[in-house]
């Protein structure tokens, strides 16, 4: 009886494991392997050692494009967080039409990324550069995307329209966990409109915040759709993301090898940021 | 009475929430605007772009779908979307119950476990070089490869979720079925499965919205193929016609329209299982 239940266990496991060894795992030791040589995608390839590894670090180009994917996700991250959080707050006091609101606040996470970025697209070519002629504003008037200093605010606003609908609703359902009575007492001692939010709710909702940096950082740092949609990586390589660097390089610009090396620091990096926002957020859990 | 609901109603409130939808519905409303003009319609100044158009013409639709070979875009997206959903709940579920009942009493289902989960942490970025040549050489670049790539991609969260969900499901159910001399495996189709249909919702809104929406896996993959799923559609439509601004929306406003249809019907389910997702 025993050894039929082990029996089933490891019939179910070792098929599933195989499958994900197959295309998680050894994709990815190939990876690895891939970029100790200077293979162009195609044809032989000698092995090069770290040299790639080096070549990474004096590299212009893979700078810039770490210095423009962390920009994007801290500023991001920030303005996400704030906004959504504001938006919560509205959506989860007495209004009326709440579940319409709610529905209507989330439709943006829904829609496909690639067809919003062409749709902003536009929107930043044509209709901005219009709006801000007839208004005056002359620092809009030529298309933002077209500018190598302010283009990454396009990528971010598009970022942010699709990140906060999914933020808010994490955000709501945490604001739904603080008991009313909770707010009733902190009434009493004279907590009202921000002392409520800075030493009630916010507090209370902590954990949601915590999933909120995580998920938002994460999807950022591997920023492309928006990317491809948007910009291109363009003007001057000024919105140039990590992933879309690696992809574009990589997979037809004959640097197969040294965008290997790329990614793997990449993946370094992605594995260090989230152990450091995972020890620092269960630190503040704790404390409370 | 009337007075003293109206007073509760926080009016500040609904008035920014009315404000701030504008951003939600504008661009969506340009979007459909400019579907249906005729390029003759666009002037150059915002009124010519914003205005309704003139005659609600399916035209542009109609030259899209051709473009874009939308009937069969679209077939691929929801095979590939219908398949990886069907596989993901029937074997991330087993996977999880085979890992969640198991982790705690035995070294290697906790290293399993912990190998598979910390898939999570790997970026497509590092995969998806040699991703395209392992399919290649594999004869799997096509729809179903990208199947099988998505359910090995989603299989670190949704066994975290699953098998997250059966530490509540008491073992005491299995062993009443066990008494009855039911195998596991039977034990398994017919009591746990069922009792996890909470979970399934979950893991089934959270692998479709993400499969349904992804282009990176399918570009990487079937870019060889001829075979196109509909962002895909959207990324090669761009990149042939892009300037044709009327065609171009309207093929973007087709591609929004099964994902809209599909909120609107199950909207509360999505919006519990996102959240669901999110916060386990």
Known sequence: MKNERKRTFLLITIPILALFVCFNTIPLIRGVIYSFTNFKGFGSYDWVGFRNYIDLFSDARVGKSYLFTFKLAIVSTVVVNVLSLILALGLNSRIRAKSFFRGAYFLPNILGALVVGYIFNYFFTYILPAVADMIGIEALSSSILSNPSAAWIGVMVVCAWQAIAMNTIIYISGLQTVPEDVYEAGGLDGATGWKQFKYLTFPLIIPFFSINMVLCVKNFLMVFDQIMALTKGGPAQSTESISYLIYNNGMSGGQFGFQSANAVVFFIVIVCVSVAQMKFSGKKEEQL | ?280
């Open chain 2, 1 to 280: 009475m009337k007075d003293m609901v109206n007073k509760k109603v926080n009016t500040p409130a609904m008035i920014l929430l009315i404000l701030g939808l504008s951003t939600i519905i504008f661009p969506l409303y340009l979007t459909v605007v400019i579907a249906f003009k005729q390029p003759s319609e666009m002037t150059n100044s915002i009124s010519g772009i914003l205005s309704l158009p003139k005659v609600w013409s399916l035209d542009n639709f109609r030259e899209a779908m051709e473009i874009t070979d939308f009937w069969h875009s679209l077939g691929n997206s929801l095979l590939i979307t219908l398949l990886t959903v069907g596989l993901s709940i029937a074997v991330h579920s087993l996977m999880g119950y085979a890992l969640g009942r198991n982790k705690a009493h035995s070294k290697f289902y906790s290293f399993v476990y912990l190998f598979i989960v910390s898939g999570m942490f790997v970026p497509f970025a590092i995969l998806m070089m040699p991703i395209a040549k392992q399919t290649a050489e594999m004869g799997l670049a096509n729809w179903f490869g990208v199947v099988l790539l998505y359910v090995v991609f989603y299989m670190p969260m949704n066994v975290l979720l699953y098998s997250g969900y059966l530490v509540n499901i008491p073992m005491a159910l299995e062993e009443a079925a066990k008494v009855d001399g039911a195998s596991t495996w039977r034990t398994y189709w017919t009591i746990i499965f069922p009792v996890m249909r909470p979970m399934h919702a979950t893991v089934a809104v959270l692998t479709a919205l993400a499969v349904w929406n992804d282009v990176m896996t399918p570009l990487i993959v079937m870019a060889g193929s001829a075979q196109n799923t509909l962002p895909l559609a959207q990324l090669n439509f761009q990149s042939q016609f892009g300037t044709n601004y009327n065609l171009a929306f309207a093929s973007y406003l087709l591609s929004l329209i099964p994902i809209l249809i599909f909120y609107i019907i199950c909207q509360k389910q999505i919006l519990n299982g996102v959240v669901n997702g999110a916060v386990k």
